[in-house]
Structures are given as C-alpha cells and as structure tokens.
C-alpha cells in the first residue's frame, strides 16, 4: 500500500470516528422549561410591623389568582378566609386582646391539588403605657455578708431568708436582717449554682442557673423534700400567693403551678420602646412584680397581668450606698407586715430600707 493511499484510509477513520461522536449530541432533544411556580398571595410590605397595644393595624395584601383559596391566619388563629378574590386588599387587625410582643403573620394560598404557599411577617406589639420614672432613696441601712452572693431575698412572718449563687458556695439560709447574721443554712452540692427562691404553702422554691433544677424545702424543717425540673435557665422567682412567678433572664416572665411546677402562662414584658430583657430577681409588691435588671441600676414594675411595664424605679443612689465593692444591684424583699422594701445586691456590705417615689 502506497503512502497517500494510507493517509487517506486514516483520514477517513477519523472522520467517521468524529462523526459517531458528534450525530448524537446533535440529535439530542433541547431541555424543556420546567412550568413556573405561581406567584403566591404577599403582604405588599416588605418589612415587620409593629403597633402600640390597642392599635389598629390596617394589613395590605396583594391576593394572587389561580388558586382555590387564601387564608390569613395570626400564630395558629384564623383571622380571614377569601376565595375568588385577587388584586389588592386591606384588613383591618385589632391589637386590643393581643398579647405583647412578637406575633406571626402568615398568608396561605392553596392551589388545586393542595399544595400551599405560605408568606409571613413578624408583627411586634409593645405596651402603650408610658412607664413612671421613679427613684429609690435610702431610709435605713443594715449590715449585708458581703460573702454572700445574693440570687434571691424574701421576708416570710417576720424573719428574712436569702439564697446564694455561685458553684460551691450557693445555699439557702436564713438570715439577721440587721446583723447579717446567718441563723440556718442548707448548702446546695458544688454542681449547683443557686438563684431566686420564694416562699409559698411552707415550703421554700429555690431555681438553678443553668442545671434546670427547682429545690422545694419544708419552710420548718429548713430541707429538701422534693425537686422539679424545668427546661432553661432560672434567674428569678416570686409568688402572687397563689402561683410562682418565674424569670428566666430573657423578656418572658412564666407562672407555674406550685404543685407540679407546670406552665400555666407566660407574659412577654414591653414599654412602648421594645421588649425588656435580663429580668433577674423578682418581688411581687401589692399587686405588681418588681425586676432587677441585670447589669443595671434599674428595677421594673411590671403588670402581671399583661407585661406592660408601669414604672422604672432608677436605683443609682442605693447602689451608692450599698454596693462598696460588691456587684450588680440584685435583691428585693418586701416585709407585707410592715409595708417595708429592701434592697441588696450580689457581695453587697449592706441590705437597705428604701423609700420609692
């Protein structure tokens, strides 16, 4: 065989060879657009809202067509329902027996074969009270163990009971409130870090920080009897007389059923600025519940049935007076017999009878 005779036998391999590889892929269909989801019913907003309790707030929605029914629902309730209606909307949404703070918005819309689309906003609702601006002033001052890092402070028939944090060195005690004295303790084991406690029925509720962990000691017998759990953290407690009030350091207070410890309902506390977090020990003072504010020199007054916030109570002269070089403000007491309030805080050399106003 002659070498051009040989080229061009190789020539014509490749191209049949090139051609083999080429047809089919030229032959493949072209890709299919998949169809277009609809474009679901929306809020014609674009951000959160947000209202004073009480408010009216009138909802835009652009409703979409082509499905079978749109519902407006707020949380789990159902607040409308429209079918065959399309374009622009307006509905008007009541804040008065809603609850403060943060709420879900979501418009549903249902096509054919059941499947949902579902939009959502966020709708804040603060309180629409102006909170009071108070001040607490020092009438009388005793002396406070400044070992003690305070978590909780409580009169109960005349004597004052305090509960310790810190792992190692919490314990429930109670205590002289003119000397400092301690009378009786029970000191929790090291894996405890001890908060708030209250006093409801005779019996002593004492939180943990961290460890979920709610002691109940006979008020007599200064023991331990039961123990519940709960699931976050503890920060403060009071009573109403009838439920436990409890804070976890964020912007909810819960009340829980003194017999299994059971939520029976939480409040979110709000002024007309926003929601008000690291709300630490609790009083409840003649209807109201009293926070500190952890970090600050500040205690709320808080109604328990909402979570408005009624009063700022500006404390900057008892931290004065009491801190020395103790810590945060952190401890209210109310003696009912006398109408008398106390106030301490973590370390402090000492426990002072305040005067608000």
């Known amino acids: 065989?002659?070498?051009?005779?040989?080229?061009?036998?190789?020539?014509?391999?490749?191209?049949?060879?090139?051609?083999?590889?080429?047809?089919?892929?030229?032959?493949?269909?072209?890709?299919?657009?998949?169809?277009?989801?609809?474009?679901?019913?929306?809020?014609?907003?674009?951000?959160?809202?947000?209202?004073?309790?009480?408010?009216?707030?009138?909802?835009?929605?652009?409703?979409?067509?082509?499905?079978?029914?749109?519902?407006?629902?707020?949380?789990?309730?159902?607040?409308?329902?429209?079918?065959?209606?399309?374009?622009?909307?307006?509905?008007p949404l009541d804040t008065k027996k809603m609850p403060?703070?943060?709420?879900?918005?979501?418009?549903?819309?249902?096509?054919?074969?059941?499947?949902?689309?579902?939009?959502?906003?966020?709708?804040?609702?603060?309180?629409?009270?102006?909170?009071?601006?108070?001040?607490?002033?020092?009438?009388?001052?005793?002396?406070?163990?400044?070992?003690?890092?305070?978590?909780?402070?409580?009169?109960?028939?005349?004597k004052l009971y305090e509960s310790t944090g810190q792992n190692g060195k919490s314990f429930i005690a109670e205590v002289e409130s003119q000397t400092g004295v301690i009378r009786r303790k029970v000191n929790l084991d090291r894996q405890y870090f001890g908060e708030g406690i209250t006093i409801l029925n005779g019996e002593i509720f004492q939180l943990t920080w961290q460890q979920g962990a709610c002691f109940v000691y006979d008020l007599e017998a200064f023991e331990i009897k039961k123990q519940f759990s709960y699931t976050g953290e503890g920060w403060g407690i009071c009573n109403d007389g009838k439920q436990l009030i409890m804070s976890n350091g964020s912007d909810q207070i819960q009340f829980r059923d003194p017999g299994n410890f059971s939520v029976t309902k939480t409040i979110t506390v709000c002024d007309r600025l926003g929601t008000k977090t690291k709300l630490n020990e609790l009083e409840y003072i003649q209807g109201m519940i009293y926070a500190n504010v952890w970090m600050s020199d500040f205690i709320l007054v808080i109604d328990p049935t909402n979570g408005k916030v009624q009063a700022e109570i500006?404390?900057?002269e008892i931290a004065r007076a009491g801190r020395d070089q103790g810590e945060v403000l952190n401890g209210i007491a109310y003696d009912q017999s006398s109408g008398k309030i106390y106030l301490t805080g973590k370390n402090w050399s000492k426990l002072l009878e305040v005067e608000i106003n």
């Open 1 to 91: 065989m002659n070498k051009s005779l040989r080229i061009i036998i190789i020539a014509l391999i490749l191209i049949c060879g090139i051609a083999f590889l080429v047809v089919p892929l030229l032959r493949q269909p072209e890709p299919v657009e998949s169809p277009k989801t609809k474009d679901a019913s929306t809020f014609v907003s674009n951000t959160n809202l947000s209202a004073l309790h009480g408010e009216e707030v009138s909802l835009e929605l652009a409703l979409a067509s082509g499905f079978s029914k749109i519902d407006l629902f707020l949380e789990d309730s159902l607040l409308n329902s429209w079918q065959g209606t399309t374009g622009k909307v307006n509905w």
């Open 100 to 158: 403060l703070g943060f709420r879900t918005l979501s418009l549903v819309s249902y096509d054919a074969s059941g499947n949902e689309l579902i939009e959502t906003r966020i709708l804040r609702i603060l309180s629409d009270i102006e909170p009071k601006h108070q001040t607490a002033s020092v009438k009388q001052a005793y002396l406070h163990n400044p070992t003690s890092f305070t978590q909780g402070l409580e009169f109960h028939g005349g």
């Open 314 to 316: 500006d404390c900057s």
